[in-house]
């Protein structure tokens, strides 16, 4: 049974497992008058339901400590009003703050920044003195964390691993993720990033801060571990940064040596859409970026190169790029770089050195009407599959990138046949998925078990994939193990989102 397929099959059986809650598992309803005495009496498998209403008292998450099987759950309506978690306008602390705390799931609640300098969304700090993994995050809402660049929706500074952060709206902030700290001592490990909607930030989108050696934490995983970023919508504006232009998307590297060397980056279903004076995604270290739609760029849509640390695997094939001042830059990688099966519209297409670069499809966007449904820069117009009998070729070989989670899925989720189509679409004619807007990509592709799969046996240190169609949260995100190992560098040296509520401001 193959490497990915093995994954898909532990991710049905993890979550089927997870239906079933602990017998002691109790619901516990409460408002904005009393939740922060219910809140520290949760035990493991319990759900606390917030009733729509303001918060004002700030949610902190201390001490809340569930279990693989048996996860804290507090959550808000799942429709009509919201329950709004406010910021506090002093600001004392950040809105949502989480300390020694483990399998706990937040779920569909509106933070509310409310313009309040310093106060992040939701943040896990105090570095290896504050013992946070296997959150997730999902479904929630977070607005006016833009009063300055500092300012963060999503924090991690403490070594952490197994977070799902999946569903949510970040509309206006400073910076829309920051997860691990400026000097590398805080990594963020084995996550999950998918189905995200983040618009409108003043930097970065999104950030994963390069690593040191890892420190010694109790429970931290040590084997090769990956994060997924999939199916997410990342997309600027034209407001100018305030220290320095951001790209959408910027990723940092791994140690060079122990646990955390052969770790991995993946990057795959994605829309990047607009920036008008940085790149839509940089990484180095080791990194697969596969079938993304990159639109409207200035500089680079896709940039590999070494900064924090060096670039040693890139692999970009079969996306979709338009409308870039250059479209894919990988710079040298001691351990290989590869450019496969990509359909780019750019007067500067490629630019990869010693790569190994075969069977792209490259044009000036300006006839790329030739290829593609309706090459656009209009969100909710915009559409880039393939006209019938175009954006095809001889069957690409892709054998390279087989241990990639979803390899062979295209940016839809759906099967990509015989390999023969160029960039992130795999059909022809009316496109059946998504249309590229400003919002949320949808439903996510469902992880499909092996129905000829053995039941699984997991590796040591390995954890389930999330089925994203099941609203239980399974083990960990620290689920998608490697064969091949890759990691993401920033480009930065000065720094966004360091503040925070009680915390210094590193430079």
């Known amino acids: 049974m193959s490497r990915k397929r093995s994954l898909h099959a532990l991710a049905f059986f993890a979550a089927a497992a997870l239906m079933a809650l602990p017998s002691g598992a109790a619901d516990y309803d409460a408002g904005p008058s009393d939740y922060t005495s219910v809140l520290p009496t949760l035990q493991p498998g ?52 989480i300390t020694d705390s483990s399998y706990v799931v937040i779920r569909n609640l509106t933070v509310d920044g409310g313009m309040v300098d310093g106060a992040f969304g939701l943040s896990a700090k105090d ?12 479904s929630c809402l977070f607005v006016n964390h833009d009063t300055s660049q500092q300012n963060v929706a999503i924090s991690t500074k403490t070594p952490t691993w197994g977070w799902i952060i999946r569903g949510n709206t970040i509309d206006g902030a400073g ?55 999939r199916h997410n919508v990342f997309v600027k504006n034209d407001r100018a940064s305030e220290d320095g232009d951001r790209p959408n998307l910027l990723v940092g590297g791994f140690p060079d040596s122990g646990p955390g060397a052969q770790d991995l980056y993946e990057i795959y279903g994605n829309f990047f859409y607009h920036n008008p004076r940085e790149s839509l995604m940089q990484a180095s270290g080791r990194v697969a970026v596969h079938d993304n739609v990159f639109v409207d760029v200035a500089g680079t849509a896709v940039l590999m190169q070494d900064h924090d640390l060096p670039l040693k695997l890139a692999w970009v094939y079969n996306n979709t790029i338009f409308a870039a001042g ?45 290829y593609v449904a309706n090459p656009s820069l209009v969100l909710g117009e915009m559409d880039f599959y393939p006209l019938a009998g175009q954006c095809q070729g001889t069957a690409l070989d892709l054998s390279l990138f087989a241990s990639n989670t979803d390899y062979d899925r295209d940016f839809n989720g759906t099967s990509k046949g015989s390999f023969a189509f160029r960039g992130a679409y795999a059909g022809e004619g009316e496109n059946p998925g998504w249309q590229l807007d400003a919002g949320p990509k949808g439903e996510l592709p469902p992880v ?47 720094e966004d989102g360091e503040k925070g509520c009680g915390c210094a401001v590193a430079r």
Not at 127 to 138: D, P, W
Not at 451 to 472: F, I, Q
């Open 448 to 494: 499909i078990p092996d129905e000829d799969a053995e039941t699984p046996v997991e590796d040591p240190g390995t954890e389930p994939v999330p089925d994203s169609s099941v609203d239980a949260p399974v083990d960990t995100a620290a689920d998608v193990q490697a064969d091949h190992p890759f990691d993401f560098v920033d480009e930065f040296t000065e």
């Open 175 to 229: 910076t829309g993720m920051y997860l691990g700290n400026s000097d590398g001592t805080c990594p963020f490990v084995g996550g999950l990033i998918e189905g995200n909607y983040i618009t409108d930030t003043i930097g970065y989108n999104m950030q994963i801060k390069w690593q040191q050696p890892r420190p010694s934490v109790e429970g931290m995983p040590t084997d090769p571990q990956r994060t997924i970023i």
């Open 46 to 97: 319990d759900t606390l339901h917030l009733a729509a209403g303001t918060y004002n008292d700030l949610l902190n998450i201390s001490g809340l400590n569930g279990s693989e099987g048996a996860w804290i759950t507090i959550t808000g309506p799942e429709s009509g009003d919201p329950a709004v978690i406010m910021a506090d306008p002093g600001p004392c602390c950040n809105t949502i703050e």
């Open 127 to 138: 570095g290896t003195s504050n013992l946070v993994h296997t959150i997730t995050v999902e």
């Open 326 to 370: 250059r479209g894919i830059s990988v710079a040298a990688a001691d351990e290989g770089a590869a450019v496969v099966g990509n359909l780019v519209f750019s007067d500067d297409p490629v630019s990869a050195g010693s790569a190994d670069v075969r069977d792209n499809m490259t044009d000036a966007a300006g006839n790329a009407a030739t």
